[in-house]
Each structure stands twice: as structure tokens, then as C-alpha cells.
């Protein structure tokens, strides 16, 4: 596909580098020329510089053969701005709008609608929204659903003491009698779909696949919490905790935001009157968190617009209780570092908008001619997860998967048959109208056919 990223910040750069290695061919346009000096010498993508809000700079660009024009510049109004000038200039070039601001989104099925857009992608309430979803079950790092909610693929960390340490996956089933399946592990700088010889350690992250209710006995039964939390503490009152303060309490869940900045205080006090409790105070004072009751909260979430204070606040938080810890990391660079942090979950808002929109562009390719339906990044950049609809007989259906010739790295995780979610085993076998998820850490897979030899 031609794609034309406009605004060459941390998102456009990380939508350039998986674009162009999905074999797509990228142009981006920025007004600075020193940034797209740096995308240009990393990957092979075409740059132009100038106001990508412009007609000419667009056609520069080749707005008129484009398949689809991406605006992520800093503002929402430039990225709608743009998008309307390819609409006009370009030849059924598709648009993406990044549009953060809360203003704008309740007005986001209008503007979608009235500038045709194909996509309006909000950051902050995306990973609000992820944010979310992990505080419903404390225990996952990550929650990815597929096949329609039916089947969920949870991130974990093996804890000390924890029944897993020195079992092999292949003795999974037998000692805790649990359908669950086990498919990747991380283990320091190692990272790999497993096989049955695989033995667990305390500190693995691992991923598992399963219904929903059989990752609930999964967790009992490794005592692990499955249960929502009832109360979180928020710190950083900007436009995330706007929105996981909208979601929380629509949950039911009691809120207490911390926020420095008196006028924005006072702001959130009147936007929600006595249904969020918000304190006027600077978090990175101790004393204020263990006043507000740190040490009882059952979910911690660090969401300043530094880094370094939401590191040093989560592990502060748990050095002080059992919450449930969530931290937002804006820069990318230092992900190696931190993960080796205990940190719990970790929040990318930039990788969260990047992998929306690449998951986009993966299902216009579907629509011509691949069937992946759905597509996660399990451990960004080494292994996915997709989801295929079985359309029709073809060389994976109707045969064990015990006698398929898999490629090496595939893993076929779960089949929905109807309603039913069966986590699959060597004899069973793939059929027309399955829906199928794959875990893949060999090669991007387009279509079913793919994960054969």
C-alpha cells in the first residue's frame, strides 16, 4: 500500500518503522528536517518536508496515488485539516485523524462521519481504556480478546513461591487441571513461543490463551487475584485520567485522583462532583500518598506526563502495599530498561495508537485478499497473535494438527467452533467456519495458508 504518515513525532516514527517492514511504501511529512533526516537514515521511506495541511506539499507527497494518508501531527485540528485536503486531493485515499483532546471526543462519530474519515484514533482514551480493562482482572500485565470476547490472551508474571515454578508446560493440564494454553515466555532479554519441555520460573512473563472463564479457574487455582479492584489511585489529573476516571466510576469502582496544579484541580472537582474524590497535592511527596491511604488502595496508577516520577511512584507504591500498579511511560527508547523494573503493567500510549493503526492497515489488506481478522502484538516486534476466519476446505482443514507441517514458530492457540472455545490439542482439527487464533513468532501471516511449510 502507499501510506502518507503526516507529523514525524514518536508515533509517526514507530507507524513508519512497522509500515515500512510490513512492505508498505511510506512517505512522511514533517516541517522539521532533522527529524525526518533520522526516519530516512533508519528505514527505507520517502520524507518530505513543509506543512503537511497543504495542497501542494500533499501532492509533493503523491496524495493522488496514496491508499491511505495518516495525520498524527500534535494537533487535532492540523490532523483534520489534513485529512480534509486528502480527501478532496487524493484519488479514495483513506484518513486517520489523531484526535486527543476530551472535547473532541463525543464529537468523534461526527467528525468520522462528516469528514469521512475511515479512523479517529484518541490516545489517552485508548489507553484508558486498557487501563481499564487490566483493573478488572489485577493480576494480568496485558488482556487481548478475540474471536468477539469469547477467547483472551493474558499476560502474566510468575510470582515466587508461585505452584508454576518447575512445572513443564507439557504437565500443565495433569498437575493443576486447567484448559489453558500456554504460549509465550519471556525470561530476561529471551523471548519465545514455548514448547511442552518449557519449565517455568519465578519471574517468567508468560501468556496464556482461554476462554474467560477457564482463565479464572486458571488464576484461582494458581492464587492468583481475579477479581476487579474496588478502589484506585490515580495520580496526574490530565486528559488519561480524565477518561479512566469516566470509565472507573461508570464500573462502579471508588476513585481518588491526585493532582499538583490547583486550577486543573479545581476543574476536576466540578467535572465530577462527589463521585470522584480529588485531592489538590504533589504526589512526590510521600507523606501525601500514605495520607490518602496508599498502603490500602487496591490499584496505584502513575499517569504525570514524566517518566521517571511515574517510575519512581510506582515502586514506591510497591514498596508500601499489594495495589495493583499501573505506569505510563511516554519515551519508547529505555523499554529494554524498564521492563527489567518491577513495575507491573506498563502503559505506552504511543505503541497503543501505532498498533491500532498497523491492526487498520492489515485489515484493508484483508479486505483484499489476506483473512486476518484480527491481529495483537504479544511481544512487540517477536511474536503476534492473529485471528482467521475459515472460510472454506483448503490444506489446514480436516486434519490433525498433530500431521500438519506447521512452519517453525507457529502456534496454533485456540479454535471457537459456534460458541464453543476449544484449546487444541494434537488431534484435533481445524474446519470450515472455525474461527482460529494463531501465535506466531516466525513470520507476519496474511493468510491461514500461511502457517504451513
Known sequence: ????????GKVGEALAEQLNEQGNNITVIDTDAKKLNDVSSK???MCVTGNGAT????QEAGIE????MIAVTGSDELNLLCCLI???????CKTIARVRSPQYSSEAPFLKDELGLAMVINPEQAAAEEIARVLRFPSAINIDTFCRGRVELIKLKVPEGSPLVGVAVKDLSKELDCDVLVCTLERGDEAYIVNGNTVFEERDVISIIASPKKVNDFFRKINYKSKSVKDAMIVGGGEIGHYLCDILVDDGVSVKIIEKDPQRSDELCAL???????????ASDQEVLLEEGLAQTGAFVALTN???ENILLSLFAHSTGSAKLVTKINRIDFENVIKQLDLDTIIYPKNITSDLIVRYVRAIKNAQGSNVEQLHQVIKGKIEAAEFIIREQSAVTGTPLMNLKLREGVLVAAILRGKKVVIPRGSDTIEPDDTVVIVSGSAELHDIMDILK
Open 1 to 8: 500500500m502507499n501510506i502518507i504518515i503526516i507529523g514525524c
Open 43 to 45: 528505514w527505507d521511506v
Open 55 to 58: 495542497h501542494l506539499v500533499q
Open 86 to 92: 486528502a480527501r478532496k486531493a487524493g484519488n479514495n
Open 65 to 68: 496515488r496514496a491508499d491511505l
Open 306 to 308: 514524566l517518566d521517571e
Open 272 to 282: 465530577w462532583g462527589s463521585s470522584v474524590t480529588v485531592i489538590n497535592g504533589d
